[in-house]
């Protein structure tokens, strides 16, 4: 099959050119080795997903233990914690089910009846069953786990406390990780607004400073390009690669997109015909004027009315202050639209500069260069 530059959804090695997704974050194997509980946080389609489905596919491979890949992106607004509860616990079960690297078949792939505590431990439960039945230490991520908001949240993680300190003497992962746009620190922070607390410290250690998934460095673009080169000759010229970077500063969605317009919209797959940075800015207004959901999420986001005025104190160079909303300034950071130079927030590459001037007029603002 005949790979191409992928612009949606996660990237499947025999289907998109892509680079090793865990090569931007070496320190999760360790921290999966240690049976850490930790989260994993990054801005949207810069590779989490790609990045934790491929340690699956190779703990499983290895075969000394067993890691369960399970999304929550279905309990997005979800408020009651029982119809959540029995939710995830159906998804974690039916993963484990439908998966060819499950250990052993599950006895009843709805598991336990969630008795002595009803599906006010259905999560627990679920967890408990694929640990016994798989014979071997069990590994979980749970993906946009930050679609879990408020007393949801706070039932799921207090499952996972449970489990977490109990799990010497019963069946339990012995590393998960949450994985989405916001730290553990703001997990804790959408729970405080409402009053709420989990009552004790939190299991998900993280024991390196942050673990968050970077941006490409300029060689990664080349050599990613380069996958492209060397499967079908068409070359990009040095001065195309060096616009890809400029424009994108290595955010991987643009860095696919870019060449992606190149390649088939403006080469119409004529691998004879070199990319060059002609080329690169053409594909750099198309994307920008086609305003791709990529693009129309970032700054839909700023129009919340909690994050709307961090933007607007950033665009006009403002200093911003996160006591002023905890949990909205942690969430205007996590999107990956502005960076911070030591002294101001500024767009994050050039790309997302302009898309702003194209919606709002002429440019009042520094961008990233």
Known sequence: MEKYFNVAGPCVPAKHYMLPALDRMPQIRRLVDQEMYFVIHAPRQTGKTTAVKALAREINAKGDRYALYCTLETLQNATDPAVSNAAIRDLILDNAHSDPAFPAPLCAHEGEPPSNGGVGLAVRTALRTICREAGRPVVVFFDEADCLAGNVLISFLRQLRDGYVNRDSVPFPASIALVGMLDVRDYKAQIRPDGESLGQISPFNIITKDLMLRNFTEAEVAALYAQHTGATGQVFEPEALEKVWTFTRGQPWL???????????????????????????????????KDPIHLYYLFDMMKHPRIEPFFRDAISGKELKAEADVLAFKVFKALGLFCFDDTKWIFANPIYAASWERRSGPRMFTISN
């Open 255 to 289: 860095v696919n997109a870019l060449a992606r317009e190149c390649v088939v919209k403006i080469h119409n797959s004529d691998y004879s015909a070199a990319i060059t940075a002609d080329d690169i800015v053409t594909a750099k207004e198309t994307i920008i004027r």
